[in-house]
T-cell receptor, first 115, second 114 residues
C-alpha cells in the first residue's frame, strides 16, 4: 500500500514550547487529515484540509496542506501537558461519490512533554 | 452519546481458536472500517464497508473476515488466529466517507495471540 512518511517519529519538549511535524507522500493527495491519539484511546480528528495551500487552525493547532499536494504540516503553539500523545497524518488520494475512499495513515509522531 | 463501541477491550487467546471482535456505531454511518496499529507501522486498514452487504479488502486483509449484515454492526472475525495477529485493533465509522467527514474511532481492542 501507499506510504506516508511522518517526521519526526518522536519529540521530547518542555511545556510552553512550539511543536512542528510533517507528513510527506510519494503521490498526490486531495485531502489531508490530522488525528491525535491519547494513551489507551482511539485517534480523534483534529483538522481536515481539502485544498492545496489551505491553512486551518483549531485553537493552538495549525495545519497546512502543502502546495505540491504531497505534504502537510502540523504546528502546535505553546504546548501544554494535555498535548501529549501520538499525532497521525492521514491522506486521501481522491474523493468519489461512491465511497471506496481509502485513507492512508502515517506512522505517527509521539509527543512527550518533559517536566 | 455518539460513539463507536468495540468489545472486548482486551483479549488473550491461543493460536487457532476462532474469535470475533464486535463493533457497533450509533450514528447511522454508512462507512465502517477496521484498522490494526503496530509499533512503527501506524494504522493499517484491514477491511472496510461502504454500506450493508458491501465490504472490501484493505491493505492487510489476510487472516481476517468481516461481515456487514446491518448498518450499525461490523464484526471482525479471526478464523484461526496466529501470533502475528497480536496487535491493537480499531474500528471506525464515517457518515459520508473518511476523506470527506473523517473517521470516528472506537477505543480499541488489544489482542494477544499466544
Amino acid at each position: 500500500g501507499q506510504q506516508l512518511n511522518q517526521s519526526p517519529q518522536s519529540m521530547f519538549i518542555q511545556e510552553g514550547e512550539d511543536v512542528s511535524m510533517n507528513c510527506t507522500s510519494s503521490s498526490i493527495f486531495n485531502t489531508w487529515l490530522w488525528y491525535k491519539q491519547d494513551p489507551g484511546e482511539g485517534p480523534v480528528l483534529l483538522i481536515a484540509l481539502y485544498k492545496a495551500g489551505e491553512l486551518t487552525s483549531n485553537g493552538r493547532l495549525t495545519a497546512q496542506f502543502g502546495i505540491t499536494r504531497k505534504d502537510s504540516f502540523l504546528n502546535i503553539s505553546a504546548s501544554i501537558p494535555s498535548d501529549v500523545g501520538i499525532y497521525f497524518c492521514a491522506g486521501q488520494p481522491r474523493i468519489s461519490n461512491f465511497g471506496n475512499e481509502k485513507l492512508t495513515f502515517g506512522t505517527g509522531t509521539r509527543l512527550t512533554i518533559i517536566p | 452519546e455518539a460513539q463507536v463501541t468495540q468489545n472486548p477491550r482486551y483479549l488473550i487467546t491461543v493460536t487457532g481458536k476462532k474469535l470475533t471482535v464486535t463493533c457497533s456505531q450509533n450514528m447511522n454511518h454508512e462507512y465502517m472500517s477496521w484498522y490494526r496499529q503496530d509499533p512503527g507501522l501506524g494504522l493499517r486498514q484491514i477491511y472496510y464497508s461502504m454500506n450493508v452487504e458491501v465490504t472490501d479488502k484493505g491493505d492487510v486483509p489476510e487472516g481476517y473476515k468481516v461481515s456487514r449484515k446491518e448498518k450499525r454492526n461490523f464484526p471482525l472475525i479471526l478464523e484461526s488466529p496466529s501470533p502475528n495477529q497480536t496487535s491493537l485493533y480499531f474500528c471506525a465509522s464515517s457518515l459520508g466517507g473518511p476523506g470527506r467527514d473523517g473517521y470516528t474511532f472506537g477505543s480499541g481492542t488489544r489482542l494477544t495471540v499466544v
